[in-house]
């Protein structure tokens, strides 16, 4: 079994930084592309940030030049810093992964990570 962890939401200001970070654990061989996501409560899922194995990246507009997503794959570990933060931001925040041995993978996601964006 793989179980992804989400930590690093809080409470914080117009203008703040916070840095998110996903930690795979269980039985992992290997982690493709991993992605973060956000939902606020009556709207749909969307994506934030993906980044590949090799570390090439994709990000949604709203967050590009505030964001930026990296990953350890030693430590199979994904990170979202976000910098200049926006109440908009303001969202259940969860990461994914692609895990298993090309090309028999499975998409695992954590359970959410909390951002509130408040003065």
């Known amino acids: 079994q793989v179980q992804l962890v989400e930590s690093g939401g809080g409470l914080v200001q117009p203008g703040g930084s916070l840095r998110l970070s996903c930690v795979a654990s269980?039985?992992?061989?290997?982690?493709?592309?991993m992605g973060w996501y956000r939902q606020v409560p009556g709207k749909q899922r969307e994506l934030v940030a993906t980044?590949?194995?090799?570390?090439?990246?994709n990000y949604a507009d709203s967050v590009k030049g505030r964001f930026t997503i990296s990953r350890d794959n030693a430590k199979n570990t994904a990170h979202l810093q976000m910098n200049s933060l926006k109440p908009e931001d303001t969202a259940v925040y969860s990461c994914?992964?692609?895990?298993?041995?090309?090309?028999?993978?499975?998409?695992?996601w954590g359970q959410g990570t909390q951002v509130t964006v408040s003065s």
């Open positions: 994914n992964g692609a895990v298993g041995l090309w090309p028999q993978l499975r998409t695992y």
């Open positions: 980044i590949t194995r090799d570390g090439s990246t």
């Open positions: 269980g039985s992992v061989p290997r982690i493709y592309d």
